[in-house]
C-alpha cells in the first residue's frame, strides 16, 4: 500500500477493510464504491460496544488523493452526540484556523461549533475519528 491510501479505490478499500478489522468492533456495513476510475465514495457506519455508532460518508477524488467531502456522526443509541462536516461558515471567526474543518457539540448541536484540527482532506480521517470513539468508551467505562 502506497503512503497514501486516497491514491485508489483498491487501496483505500483495503484500507477500510483492515483498519476496521479488529476487536473494536462489533461490526461494520462501511464499503467503498466507485463509478468512475477517480472518484470514489466511502459511505456506512461502524458499530461499537456501549451501544456507540460512528456513520461516515465520505467523497474521493483517487486522481488528486484527497477527501473531497466528508461528514461523520457519532451516536449512542439513537442519540447523535456529535458530528464533523466540512461544510464552510466563513463568518464564524472561532472556526477559521480549521476552516472548513469543525465538530457540532453539545449544548445547541446545531449552531455550537468548535474547530476540528485533527480533520484532513489530504489523510484518512477513519482513525483519528475511531480513536476518538475509544477513548469516549474508556470514560464510560471508567
Known sequence: ???????SLAEYSRFVTETLDGPDFQRSTVIVWSDSPY??????????????????REELDFHAGLITSYGYEVYQGEVRLYWYDDF????????????????????????HRVQAPSMS???????VLIEEIKSLLEHQLS
Open 1 to 7: 500500500m502506497s503512503d497514501n491510501p486516497l491514491k
Open 39 to 56: 472518484t470514489g465514495t466511502a459511505q456506512g457506519e461502524v458499530f461499537f460496544a456501549g451501544g456507540l455508532r460512528l456513520r461516515i
Open 88 to 111: 464552510p461558515h466563513p463568518g464564524d471567526v472561532n472556526l477559521a484556523q480549521t476552516f472548513p474543518h469543525h465538530k457540532h457539540v453539545p449544548p445547541n448541536i446545531k449552531r
Open 121 to 127: 482532506f489530504t489523510r484518512p480521517n477513519l482513525p
